[in-house]
């Protein structure tokens, strides 16, 4: 168990590309740190730097008490689960698990009583003879993951570990996943560019862009409170509504003329409104008028995608309401609104 | 799935005629020739054969000469597939490590691959000259009075170093294509796993480098057996007198020098069960157990 302390931590590559800008990130003890961003924004790289697969380039790192920017990635006590699982295909799913703490000179009977341990959590009893090739992709991630399991570390990394699996396999291994770490208390970090994974099993996700932070936060503070017009895009799917408009006398309105609210903020000028789809309420009387060009069935709830004002715009509505393509009045809900600077894409 | 094929039975064999026939000529007909003329003594002007049964094969066996070579030739089978094997693999490893002028380098290696062998019987001869080679100047620095194609042991030595160092590119291209292709998340996972990269070698790459190291193993047997003719023969210039020299050598020998050419079809026929043996052996028992996926 250990908290883990990235410290201005920067990665350049010899040509000159920045993967990581310099950030600081604390990880507390136990905690499950999702690095959720699109392909290229540096999550995979920040991972690799914790487990000392890649150099870092400038500032520390701490796992527990321990500066480790230095050490062999053996000597960091931590576990890594790999994207394509990463087995040793010439051993069974025993000595595969095994491997790891035989290194380390753990006696025959300790790695046959942990190895047992982790296969009884994990369903792979049965499987303990069989090599990796003679596995299904999920039986594998499950290999994977005793593999670290009977290790015994102080973090646990996990790349991108449920990309290679079908979707329903996903969700179940997620839920896996979220329990074993809950009952193992050990400090996890879990890259993935599916922003689903990321609300679903974070205590605290890490939104990354361009190599940069853009927010750190609790899913539920990522979700309602986007820092950037980018987390607000990125997260949540149909992502939030963003569009354009003013302030204009102490009140937001949209391009287009119609005013949403009255501002609290004192300042004029454009600004990047965003509304969540499920924010909004259908009212015959509402104040704003909605041109609905295509109703999405999705079973469980509709999404009605068209235009306010002529910019895009989504509504989530439940399986109840009954909507056809044409023109609507909408309401928004209270405190829908949040309010981006046109430039900068941040947070106001 | 549909199968494709033919409506006319003579169109495959019409096509598959030109291979059959390069290989019935060339290979099925001197092979036949090979087995009968074992079961005969010929005269050595060519004016006749009279038909001895299993003698000359009995007589290989009663031969010193012929017992010595063979033992020789186990050796440098041994020694130069073990080399090869060993030193291409170092040298392998290391290439992969390379990340700056990888290429350069790996290219530089695989050069000697180009060159013919008895070309490299030729260099092998200038670098053990008697008077000016550089390694037999080594050689003596140490102490060692190398004397190429006079003393057997000296002579024995060069076949053996020439060989390998021939015989390594190929080796090294090999290995370096089969390191390449182990996953990197799997390479890293061991790095997670073990501290010592010793261990990692030997617990890790080296397993899964087997089906490469396998395949190159009966290459390399084949390759000391009988593709070492022109380096044996360059070294020795000519002159086998007391000289080690491998079976192959002394089928040639037997058959074009002393003209016996009953008791040298003997032994190519010795030889060729010999090769039949190795390929049973690849494809039923190594072939099957060495690969994981």
């Known amino acids: 168990m250990a908290q883990v302390s990235l410290s201005n931590i920067r990665k350049v590559y010899p040509n000159g590309f920045e993967a990581v800008q310099p950030s600081d990130i604390q990880i507390n003890d136990g905690e499950f740190v999702v690095l959720v961003g699109p392909s290229g924004c540096g999550k995979s790289t920040l991972l690799r730097m914790i487990a000392g697969l890649e150099d870092i380039s400038d500032g520390e790192l701490r796992i527990g008490d321990r500066v480790v920017n230095d050490v062999d990635p053996a000597d960091r006590d931590i576990a890594m689960v790999f994207q394509n699982y990463a087995l040793y295909p010439h051993m069974t799913v025993e000595k595969n698990m095994g491997y790891g703490i035989k290194n380390r000179g753990a006696s025959k009977e300790e790695i046959a009583r942990k190895v047992a341990e982790a296969a009884g959590m994990l369903n792979l009893t049965e499987y303990l003879t069989r090599r990796p090739s003679q596995l299904s992709g999920g039986q594998r991630q499950r290999v994977a993951m005793g593999r670290a399991i009977v290790r015994d570390p102080a973090l646990f990394l996990f790349d991108e570990p449920l990309s290679n699996l079908d979707a329903k396999l996903r969700n179940q291994m997620r839920i896996e996943i979220k329990a074993l770490q809950r009952r193992l208390g050990t400090t996890a970090v879990y890259v993935t560019h599916d922003q689903v994974e990321a609300m679903t099993m974070a205590d605290r996700i890490i939104v990354l862009n361009g190599g940069r932070i853009e927010q750190i936060g609790t899913p539920s503070q990522i979700y309602h409170n986007p820092a950037s017009t980018f987390v607000a895009s990125f997260m949540g799917a149909p992502p939030m509504n963003l569009l354009e408009g003013r302030f204009d006398n102490g009140t937001v309105m949209i391009n287009g003329g119609t005013a949403l609210m009255p501002s609290p903020l004192q300042r004029s000028g454009p600004i990047t409104v965003g509304i969540r789809p499920e924010d909004v309420l259908l009212e015959p009387t509402g104040p704003l008028p909605f041109q609905v060009d295509i109703v999405e069935e999705l079973g469980a709830h509709r999404l009605l995608h068209g235009r306010l004002e002529d910019q895009n715009f989504t509504v989530h509505v439940d399986k109840e309401t009954h909507v056809s393509p044409g023109a609507l009045r909408i309401a928004l809900k209270q405190d829908a609104l949040r309010l981006f600077d046109v430039k900068t894409g941040q947070s106001l | ?293």
Not at chain 2, 54 to 79: K, M, P, S, W
């Open chain 2, 1 to 293: 799935m549909k199968r494709a094929g033919f409506t006319n039975v003579w169109l495959p064999i019409a096509l598959l005629l030109p291979q059959l026939s390069i290989i019935a000529i060339f290979f099925y007909w001197p092979a036949g020739w090979a087995l009968q003329s074992s079961f005969y003594l010929q005269d050595p002007f060519g004016f006749g054969s009279t038909f001895v049964g299993f003698e000359n094969y009995t007589d290989l066996t009663r031969n010193r000469e012929y017992l010595r070579i063979a033992g020789f030739t186990v050796v440098f089978c041994g020694l130069v597939t073990f080399f090869s094997l060993a030193l291409a693999l170092l040298l392998a490893v290391k290439a992969d490590k390379v990340i700056r002028g990888a290429k350069t380098y790996r290219t530089l290696l695989m050069w000697v691959y180009a060159i013919a062998p008895p070309v490299a019987g030729f260099m092998g001869i200038m670098f053990f000259d008697q008077r000016n080679g550089p390694i037999t100047e080594f050689f003596q620095v140490l102490g060692w009075d190398f004397k190429l194609g006079v003393n057997y042991f000296d002579t024995a030595t060069a076949m053996i170093m020439v060989s390998v160092w021939k015989q390594i590119p190929v080796n090294f291209i090999f290995f370096l294509s089969g390191l390449q292709s182990i996953p990197r998340a799997v390479r890293e996972a061991a790095m997670i796993d073990n501290r010592s990269a010793a261990g990692r070698f030997w617990g890790v790459t080296f397993p899964l480098l087997a089906p490469t190291a396998f395949f190159l193993l009966i290459i390399n047997i084949t390759y000391a057996l009988f593709d070492t003719f022109g380096i044996i023969d360059t070294l020795m210039k000519g002159e086998p007198g007391n000289n080690p020299m491998t079976l192959v050598y002394k089928v040639y020998l037997d058959g074009f020098r002393g003209n016996d050419l009953g008791g040298s079809s003997a032994q190519s026929v010795i030889l060729m069960i010999l090769v039949l043996a190795l390929t049973v052996f690849q494809f039923r028992l190594i072939e099957r157990r060495i690969h994981y996926t």
